[in-house]
């Protein structure tokens, strides 16, 4: 299977994509501002190509490398994901990328590495939402290892075959589909493997409410709402609610938290 | 110029401000089942009731200075504007129970449980004595307490721009504003006591 996980090819074949209209009008990307159709009416404004990617820190073949030369060396595949944002809305993505681990091998982790640190592009000039400290830009993400060399995680270049449109992150942005959506940075520009839990955005905004983890657990409110429940974009002014699954639904990751306290490190 | 406007609004008479003003509910909800609020139209719908509810009760707030400072006279129209504050703050209300929560025990447990829902269902809870007392019987019967009584738009008002901050993730622009706003109205009513009392 091109998913290479028995228990996500199940899972898949339930799962019905939502629009292309609905995936690229609704969006969080507050660097084209806090509304959820900012982004499709601002993103426009970002060149995304040339683009180039620094990976650097605890690897043996550091360098800016060009996204034309990564992608000659990538094999792209299609994994249709559900994604859960932390406001309680869900959506099912037909995403086309390539996964994280080939990538970091690509620039060869060295042994000492313990967490992989993301970092979006920073143009104030072209994402007028920068213009406000929403967040402290540019904004970064984080994820251990063993999450970022899983075979989940993805780096998505694409949306139904076609070209990922800006307002969803293009030209490269993260996919980690058991976790709450921000922690699906967009439009990477830097890549730096560390020893050290690397600063996330919006855990430096507000570390009561996010944590590094972040992983979607339904168990563990956010502070200011449920998040038992989660309601599917796409059933209109009606829409009911279904239950929200303990990692989205990807059970096959529940190994890599064994022994943790998910309420402590939410 | 200003006396050209005050002989408008005379002429205005206030139904027809009651008319106007309960207009938005079915338009937004036409939009709202008709794709016009985006592909989520259950919080936008919510967010649009909410803001418009905001915008009548500081609305409703400047009254009384744009009298005192610009001579513009719109006192006739005070009772209408409140009243459909209240309106759409019900409706905001009734939205975020009705289609958003959904969950009648999760409605209760929200409410006492997340304070920018105690905070916006408090403002709320202040609104229904003043609208129950709106009418004229009851501005006759009570007298001055009546005057007192309604400062209470002026707390439930400031609530409503708490709540609003409350609910937005990071600190983002517009309910700043409101709150700038808010602040700057009742200032000018401050100022205006400290003179009289002067």
Known sequence: ????????????????????EEITSYCNYYEFGTGK?????????????????????????????????????????????????VEAWSMVVPWNGFELADLLNMAGVQTDA??????????????????????????????????????LTLMATGLYGK???????????????WKYGFKSIKSVVRITLTDTQPPTSWNKSNAREYGFYSNVNPTVDHPRW???????????????????????GYDEVASLYDGMDMAKNF | MVDRFNALARRLPTWAVYLIGVLPAPW??????????????????????????????????CITPLRRFAGVNLIKFRRAIGLLAFFYVFLHLLVWAILDVQVLSQIWADIVKRPYITVGMLGFAMLIPLAVTSNNWSVRRLGPTWRKLHKLTYVATVLGGVHYLMLVKGWQLEPLI???????????RVKFQNLRHA
């Open chain 1, 1 to 20: 299977a091109a998913i290479g996980l028995g228990g996500s090819v199940q899972a898949q074949e339930d799962l019905k994509p939502n629009s292309w």
């Open chain 2, 178 to 188: 409101y709150l700038l706003v808010i602040a700057a109205i009742l200032s000018l």
């Open chain 2, 28 to 61: 937004f909800l036409y939009l709202g089942a008709t794709g016009g609020l985006g592909v989520e139209p259950i919080k936008a719908l919510e967010h649009e009731l909410g803001a418009l509810a905001l915008q009548l009760l500081i609305f409703g707030l």
């Open chain 1, 226 to 248: 449920s998040q038992a429940t989660e309601r599917p974009i796409g059933g209109g002014l009606f829409a009911s609610k279904k239950d929200t699954l303990m990692f989205n």
């Open chain 1, 114 to 151: 313990k967490y992989v640190a993301f970092e979006t592009v920073y143009r104030p000039e072209e994402m007028p939402g920068t213009r406000y400290p929403v967040l402290d830009w540019p904004y970064v993400e984080g994820l251990r290892l063993d999450e970022a060399m899983h075979p």
């Open chain 1, 37 to 85: 159709d900012d982004p499709s009416r601002n993103a426009r404004a970002l060149t995304t190509d040339p683009w180039t990617v620094k990976i650097d820190g605890m690897v043996d073949r550091p360098g800016d490398y060009a996204l034309g030369d990564i992608l000659a060396k990538m094999t792209i595949e299609e994994r249709i994901y559900r994604f859960r944002c």
């Open chain 1, 163 to 177: 070209p990922l449109p800006n307002q969803n992150g293009a030209p490269l942005r993260l996919v980690v589909p």
